[in-house]
């Protein structure tokens, strides 16, 4: 993706990257669960698991696997793949943003970059990887990945 000229993620492929990555929840949870892991055990099976699944991914990759699927990735402010702090800290708060009656996702819809309650907290924005348009990123950043693929061989001037 050109980090220059990114594109909010689509509300829709948003959702579905939420659907994917809640059935895998629900997977991790099931497995648990006949596992035998109750009580405590299982809250910390299932938080060690979501983080391992989830954060670690957005961290190495850019994208959870419901995000990868949907053609989506996060980045920081900067247009970067976030750190695994930054990326552990979104999943942590992503359970925020569903905890209040999913108000935290309704964010969504009143923000120019598209962020969500976690997104905002953690200054992380969702992009579609498919259809870069609109920039939302800061101009130094844009000037940071031209001057990027320049080193690279990319283009000349």
């Known amino acids: 993706m050109d980090v220059s000229d990114p594109a909010p993620a689509p509300a829709a492929r948003r959702a579905l990257a939420l659907a994917v990555d809640a059935c895998i929840c629900a997977a991790l949870y ?9 009580g405590s055990r299982m809250l910390i099976f299932f938080i060690f698991t979501g983080w391992l699944c989830f954060a670690v991914p957005t961290a190495r990759l850019g994208a959870s696997p419901g995000m990868r699927a949907a053609g989506l990735m996060v980045t920081d402010l900067g247009g970067r793949r976030p750190r695994i702090v930054r990326a552990s800290c979104r999943s942590l708060l992503s359970v925020l943003s569903t905890g209040l009656f999913g108000m935290g996702f309704m964010l969504f819809f009143l923000t120019r970059k598209r962020q969500t309650l976690h997104d905002m907290f953690t200054n992380t924005l969702v992009l579609d990887a498919r259809r870069p348009r609109a920039s939302l990123l800061p101009e130094s950043a844009v000037v940071q990945s031209t001057e990027e693929a320049r080193a690279a061989g990319g283009d000349q001037p």
């Open 30 to 38: 099931l497995i648990l669960d006949l596992m035998g892991a109750r």
